[in-house]
């Protein structure tokens, strides 16, 4: 089966300016997750969507970070401004049911790296 | 809220050596535990998982991790080291007192040398 397909790969950008992010999951996954991975850190979850729902975005900076996945297939992760902080590979992530629970293992793109200057 | 904590940030080993990398949890319940490599410019990749069970849980590429509740701990190990091993390796939980969130540790980088 096809994987998770992130774009772009690579993304350099001045600090103010905007950026977005395409996913798409592996065909049939319901559960859709965008990861932020500082440099030198783990993943944090950002969102997570359960079709076109939004189940977890506690996480998520709301006064610049926005994300949907309107018909429940692909999702686009946006940042608006970015600022130097933002700098981090961002993964994206499907299952094919809710929660990374024991029975539900997670499939990881290959992510998109941002630098902000 | 539950945590892992990976025990050094960087484990250089000689090929053929045995790999460890410690990974502990906090968690007021048994969780569910992963663990995930991941390669140069690559996503991350599940190694393997522990659920319920057997506490000696084998995942691929020879690794194997043992869930031990009575030290909150899921060690990673491989008995010989190979330099397609070389990635780094990032424990992770969920499940427990945390719900379905999957909480990753900082990584550990595993260096395979000659």
């Known amino acids: 089966e096809a994987g998770v397909a992130q774009s772009p790969r690579y993304k350099i950008i001045e600090k103010r300016q905007s950026v977005a992010f395409w996913c798409n999951p592996i065909s049939g996954h319901a559960t859709l997750y965008w990861y932020q991975q500082i440099l030198g850190q783990g993943p944090k979850l950002l969102i997570q969507f359960q079709n076109n729902g939004v189940v977890d975005d506690s996480q998520l900076p709301k006064d610049r970070f926005s994300a949907e996945r309107l018909k429940g297939v692909d999702s686009t992760l946006k940042i608006q401004p970015a600022k130097l902080e933002d700098s981090a590979v961002y993964l994206c992530a499907s299952s094919i049911h809710g929660g990374p629970s024991g029975a539900n293992v997670l499939t990881f793109g290959a992510g998109s790296r941002l630098t902000v200057l | 809220a539950q945590s892992v904590t990976q025990l050094g940030s960087h484990v250089s080993v000689s090929e053929g050596a045995l790999v460890l990398l410690r990974c502990n949890y906090s968690s007021s319940v048994p969780p569910y535990l992963f663990w995930y490599v991941q390669y140069p410019n690559q996503g991350l990749q599940l190694l393997l998982k522990y659920t319920t069970g057997a506490t000696l849980v084998k995942g691929i590429n020879g690794f194997e991790a043992e869930f031990k509740k009575s030290e909150t701990s899921f060690h990673l190990t491989k008995p010989s080291a190979h330099m397609s091993d070389a990635a780094e390796y990032f424990c992770?939980?969920?499940?427990?007192?945390?719900?379905?969130?999957?909480?990753f540790g900082t990584g550990t980088q595993l260096k395979v040398e000659l």
């Open positions: 992770a939980v969920s499940g427990g007192g945390g719900g379905n969130k999957l909480t």
